[in-house]
């Protein structure tokens, strides 16, 4: 019911900026939460930031003061700026909704397939 599209994954240099979005589409939901993980090799996903319907956000604490995570209601977008990237940034980035479906108003969790953020010199 939910189809996440992402865009933005690419290869920049330590201190460089990147801008990741996602925008969802289908029928019959309502978007709650918004936001991206990230999963390095061998290593567990972990949230980088998350943005709610009242617009309130977390951040993971290693990416504080660098990356601004922004919706667009209206369009069921979310952005993720990056800046100062570091080499430990690197990752698969996945987009993540959480969205009430009004076929049977329950809330699920969709991801989106992945774009892939490498930081190296």
């Known amino acids: 019911q939910v189809q996440l599209v992402e865009s933005g994954g690419d290869l920049v240099q330590p201190g460089g900026s990147l801008r990741l979005s996602c925008a969802a589409s289908?029928?019959?939901?309502?978007?709650?939460?918004m936001g991206w993980y990230r999963q390095a090799p061998g290593k567990e996903r972990e949230l980088v930031a998350i943005?709610?319907?009242?617009?309130?956000?977390r951040y993971a604490d290693s990416v504080k003061g660098r990356f601004t995570i922004s919706r667009d209601n209206a369009k069921n977008t979310v952005t993720l700026r990056m800046n100062g990237l570091k080499p430990e940034d690197t990752a698969v980035y996945y987009c993540?909704?959480?969205?009430?479906?009004?076929?049977?108003?329950?809330?699920?969790?969709?991801w989106g397939q992945g774009t892939q953020v490498t930081v190296s010199s």
């Open positions: 289908g029928s019959g939901f309502s978007v709650k939460s």
């Open positions: 943005i709610f319907s009242g617009g309130s956000t």
């Open positions: 993540y909704v959480n969205a009430l479906i009004s076929l049977d108003w329950v809330y699920r969790s969709y």
